[in-house]
């Protein structure tokens, strides 16, 4: 597998969705374009908090950022998610087929081995 010298934008995605305000923020988002004002009221911290974890979601390309007058409004920004979606399909091929495959071998009919016979050490027989 080619390594890769710099951090790539998936790199900078996950690295964003892994701070649970920033998904939060995100399924906030997902009902349409907020101003920020909107976004941090819904959040136990301070305004520059949120606009802290909003830079972090812009700069992923997670989320567009539009100005009226002195508001800045927010909104999800669709294609790095796709993106990583499509980077994520074969590992989730992968593992749909391997826990298939283990369903298959869980369904099959074995029957019973027969019981196992205690062994006892030399001095401890019965």
């Known amino acids: 597998m080619p390594r890769q010298p710099k951090a790539s934008s998936r790199d900078d995605v996950f690295a964003a969705l892994a701070n649970p305000t920033r998904r939060d923020v995100l399924e906030l988002l997902l009902a349409g374009p907020q101003p920020v004002k909107d976004i941090a009221s819904q959040f136990d911290m301070a305004r520059p908090s949120v606009s802290e974890h909003l830079k972090v979601l812009r700069a992923a390309g997670l989320v567009t950022e539009t100005r009226a007058g002195r508001e800045r409004c927010y909104a ?46 030399d001095s401890e027989t019965p």
């Open 76 to 121: 999800v920004a669709p294609q790095p998610l796709a993106e990583l979606r499509d980077w994520l399909s074969p590992y989730e091929r992968f593992w749909r087929s391997s826990l298939s495959g283990l369903a298959d071998f869980l369904d099959q009919d074995i029957p019973n081995p027969p019981a196992a016979q205690p062994v006892y050490p």
